[in-house]
């Protein structure tokens, strides 16, 4: 029997959705509230192809390895027409110091710890193209929902979705893959399904700027100063694209209202990105060209939904994927490799399971399991960056011995030993490319013991190990690009 499923949204999750499901038996009817590609290739998807569905297509983008891995074991034919149509690889290689250099001799795992990286617009035409390949995957361009259609029962079941032309489709399942701007726990709300959630604001603003090299321009060596970084009052990055292009991101606190409002200037922007070292080479009027204005992104979230509560499924038929269910803050890159691995981890369940309730209470299980420790950590992550970016702004308060320790702990030891030591990179990079548990590498002794070699030494022996300055500091950046420098701080003392 033909088991059909409905995806709402054809985005990163719902084409990964589309390809995880996508299988001998399945019916996968993905549909999209937006038009379809332009014809042409990746040029004309980054100039013209409108997704209102998706608020960040513009924004910088990369896959993290665990991404890439699952694209070269599960779908080797989009590697390859992804890297046809400029996508690049970066390798473990280019991760390396001069220190790293020294001694570095090639491990079977540096295979694994790679990128991939392009303008959002191709990779997104590419999987596309390859998922409307798939046997029994069929995409609807323009084709808007209006609600899901919810039979009442213990749980209620959702069985279909009603479209903007009042028509009814029915599904044996419906996967929630519309993002942020799901409008679908609204609908079951008002059905009596309640779908507890938890979420706090991330405390960032993001602004992308696109570049192309100019002819016969190649990109600048690497050198001391990173080509990304963090400032504390802003955070910034280079992201290699495909066809001879590039984005610069940039992330400031939601704090500092007057520097938000500046960078969506192009030449503010560009003056910034001018002041930071290892980022104004990229933008050399004789090396490259802008191509776009700066984007913005903001009310950016961490937010989890949990669908089985205390282990019983709030409903069955649905399942969410991606932003829908867990979103995190876009700085870790981790979001399109959230909708992959939900969507692969659906595809597992729906194949060893046939009970509607059972199902939806694996799938819950292994968003635990896969996701939650990324969640978690990242959560913490953003915590501490918000602390510190309104400590910066309202100077005076002093640390703890605890906080000057720790501080002292992770920038002159862990960040120091990481660009010393090649094999404790690779430790960390597993980590952070979700091919492990985020903090396992943390939890090794030998790890450990590395890292307290490397902070005992002491700064002076270790010179040679910290990178070049990122950057200015924020006086002398707000200064520099016309931005002031008080009024910041001084509206929160007015507000305190």
Not at 2 to 28: D, I, Q
Not at 300 to 323: C, I, K, N, Q
Not at 429 to 458: C, D, K, S, Y
Request: charged share 30%.
């Amino acid at each position: 029997m033909t088991e059909r499923v409905v995806v709402v949204g054809a985005g990163m999750a719902g084409l990964w959705s589309a390809m995880a499901l996508a299988a001998p038996g399945r019916e996968v009817v993905v549909l999209d509230r937006d038009p379809p590609p332009p014809e042409g290739g990746a040029d004309a998807a980054f100039e013209s192809w409108q997704r209102r569905g998706v608020g960040h297509l513009r924004h910088s983008h990369a896959f993290l390895a665990r991404l890439r891995t699952i694209v070269r074991d599960r779908h080797p034919a989009l590697l390859d027409a992804l890297l046809a149509a400029g996508c690049r690889e970066l390798g473990f290689e280019g991760s390396l110091t001069a220190k790293h250099k020294e001694r570095y001799v090639p491990a079977p795992i540096d295979r694994d710890l790679a990128i991939l990286t392009s303008r959002r617009t191709t990779l997104e035409l590419e999987m596309r193209r390859y998922a409307e390949q798939l046997p029994g995957v069929e995409i609807r361009p323009e084709t808007f929902v209006k609600t899901l259609v919810v039979e009442s029962g213990s749980p209620p079941r959702v069985t279909g979705v009603r479209l903007e032309d009042d028509s009814l489709l029915t599904a044996d399942l419906v996967v929630d893959a519309a993002g942020r701007t799901s409008q679908a726990f609204e609908q079951l709300a008002e059905a009596g399904v309640n779908v507890p959630e938890t979420s706090e604001a991330c405390g960032v603003i993001y602004f992308t700027r696109h570049y192309r090299l100019n002819p016969g321009c190649e990109e600048p060596p690497r050198g001391r100063a990173g080509s990304t970084g963090d400032l504390g009052y802003l955070k910034f990055g280079v992201f290699p694209g495909d066809n001879g292009c590039f984005s610069i991101t940039l992330c400031a606190p939601e704090v500092e209202e007057e520097m938000r409002k500046a960078i969506v200037d192009p030449e503010v922007f560009d003056a910034m990105c001018r002041e930071l070292p290892g980022v104004a080479p990229w933008i050399d009027p004789e090396r490259a060209t802008p191509t776009s204005r700066v984007f913005g992104m903001g009310q950016l979230e961490s937010r989890w939904r949990e669908m089985a509560p205390e282990g019983r499924p709030a409903v069955t038929g649905y399942f969410p994927v991606g932003d829908c269910v867990v979103r995190t803050n876009p700085l870790y890159g981790r979001g399109c490799s959230f909708a992959a691995v939900s969507a692969h981890l659906l595809r597992d369940v729906l194949d060893a399971e046939r009970d509607p309730g059972r199902r939806l209470v694996a799938y819950r299980a292994g968003l635990e399991r896969e996701l939650r420790p990324y969640y978690e950590v990242m959560k913490q992550s953003d915590r501490g960056a918000i602390r510190r970016a309104r400590a910066a702004l309202l100077p005076g308060s002093k640390p703890s011995l605890r906080g000057r320790v720790m501080k002292s702990f992770l920038e002159d030891g862990l960040a120091v030993a990481i660009r010393e030591d090649v094999d404790l990179l690779r430790e960390f990079l597993r980590g952070f490319h979700m091919l492990e548990h985020p903090q396992a590498w943390l939890r090794r002794p030998r790890n450990v013991a590395r890292i307290l070699r490397t902070w005992v030494r002491g700064k002076t022996r270790n010179a040679d190990l910290y990178p070049a300055r990122g950057g200015p500091d924020r006086s002398e950046m707000l200064q520099k690009v016309g931005v002031s420098v008080t009024a910041d701080a001084d509206r929160l003392r007015a507000a305190a």
